[in-house]
């Protein structure tokens, strides 16, 4: 529902959180795929990859059926969830290159505030072990935007420079080409280590896991074992990780403690075929606005917090985590910038809706989609990806109501000028408080 207050909120450009009191500070965890689909995993449909662990994480917690990311492909989404803006706010996003690569001088601005830097700041040791592609160059690795410790690769397992996909521990390649095949278990182990060894304090631990993004690669134990072929493997890999990692939190006594979110970088790369994932009953994938590029499968768990087997329909999104936490931790929201961050607490605890009502659509630097309420406006649309093919316009714009029609089938525009009309006056107060930055991705 478009409302009065809503758009007040835009116009005044901060976004607050809703203010939440925790009792103690809670550990946080963000395990983040690379191009998992909505339909990749058995609690969001699948019926042949097996995700044992990750369906008794939702069984353990909550799930999250529109969930969104800031971006369908990694760069500007990763953005999204670190700053809790749209990357159009900081340059991440850009009309000519899709992301960051090894060739790119760009990178996450100094200025931008992470999740990291706000938990720093209230006692939180911090961590990100997996992919990060918010800049390889040594002012925009995560030892420069609050983490303590990194491991891993710098942008997607895709990309060489210099004889391979590099591997890295702080600001140092330690493994080139990297060992694809041991990557998805190493960051596990790397993070189960820092789990026990920070116990006794509060920690945000980021696991963007290089998978399954191609190249696929599995472990010797996982190989040649899933239904689903090479693929089903690779996530049936990460399922075990994501099983050890939540043993780990048990295993410490910090369950009770813990926030833990799963979900994807935006949806799966449809045009890698078999190689590729599943958006299940949504239409498209990576690289489009369309549901199957931007709604991720998610779910929340915290034993003892958040109700065993609960389900949240209304919309989150990525970008909602950095005020969720800021909230539960006590830390202070970034000032001095507009927000497009809101605190889910209420809807995790069961004490009332989610506060995302609106979600906007960007990709390459431009508004193609948003949805409000029920409805979701296009006024642009790239389908299927294709890297080289421009958007196709739509004047009148197409209207889909996405409870109703998930896949995104019926236009309704012509029955609904009023909300068309709503929708647009939406999109011109959203606009209007987008100031330009530096295009970080063509530098």
């Known amino acids: 529902m478009i409302t009065a207050a809503f758009i007040l909120t ?28 909505y339909g990749d995993v058995g609690c969001f449909g699948h019926p042949t990859i097996r995700t044992p662990e990750i369906d008794r994480m939702a069984a353990e917690g ?24 749209l990357p159009i706010r900081n340059g991440m996003t850009s009309p000519k290159r899709v992301v960051l690569f090894p060739d790119s001088k760009g990178g996450l601005p100094d200025e931008e505030v992470t999740i990291a830097e706000c938990l720093r700041e209230r006692g939180y040791a911090t961590a990100c072990f997996g992919k990060w592609h918010l ?20 942008y997607s397992n895709d990309m060489s420079a210099g004889g391979g996909a590099p591997l890295m ?44 993004h191609v190249p696929l690669h599995a472990s010797e134990e996982f190989r040649g074992t899933s239904p689903r072929g090479l693929y089903g493997d690779v996530v049936e890999e990460i399922d075990q990780s994501v099983g050890r990692v939540l043993q780990s939190l048990r295993d410490n006594g910090l369950s009770s403690k813990t926030l833990v979110v799963f979900s994807s970088d935006n ?66 929201l970034p000032a001095n910038r507009t927000l497009d961050s809101l605190d889910l607490a209420p809807a995790m605890f069961g004490k009332g809706k989610s506060p995302r009502d609106t979600m906007f659509y960007y990709t390459r630097g431009e508004l193609h989609a948003v949805r409000s309420g029920a409805y979701k406006l296009h006024l642009k649309t790239r389908h299927p990806v294709n890297y080289g093919q ?26 609904h000028p009023d909300v068309v009309a709503k929708m647009r006056e939406l999109i011109a107060v959203h606009q209007s408080g987008v100031t330009p930055v530096e295009d970080q991705l063509a530098r």
């Open 267 to 332: 949806g799966p790369w449809l045009s890698q075929r078999l190689n590729g994932g599943s958006a299940g009953l949504l239409r498209a994938g990576k690289g489009t606005t369309f549901e199957g590029g931007m709604r991720v499968p998610t779910i929340f768990w915290w034993p003892g917090t958040i109700t065993a087997g609960s389900h949240v329909h209304e919309m989150g999104s990525t970008l909602d985590l950095l005020a969720t936490s800021c909230a539960l931790s006590g830390a202070d």
């Open 10 to 37: 835009l116009v005044a450009g901060q976004v607050a959180a809703t203010p939440t009191t925790p009792k103690t500070k809670p550990n946080i965890v963000v395990i983040f795929c690379d191009d998992l689909g």
């Open 390 to 415: 421009p958007p196709e316009s739509h004047d009148p714009p197409l209207l889909f109501n996405v409870e109703v029609d998930p896949s995104e089938q019926r236009d309704i525009a012509a029955k």
């Open 62 to 85: 909550q799930k999250w059926s529109s969930f969104y990311v800031a971006a369908p492909v990694c760069t500007p989404s990763r953005a999204g969830l670190m700053t809790g803006r």
């Open 169 to 212: 521990r702080g600001n140092q390649v330690i493994e080139r080409p990297v060992d694809q095949t041991t990557v998805t278990r190493r960051y596990t182990d790397e993070a189960i280590r820092f789990i026990e060894s920070h116990r006794e304090q509060p920690f945000f631990l980021y696991l963007p896991h290089t998978m399954p």
């Open 135 to 154: 800049g390889h160059l040594p002012q925009y690795l995560p030892q420069r935007q609050g983490f303590d410790e990194y491991f891993g690769i710098p």
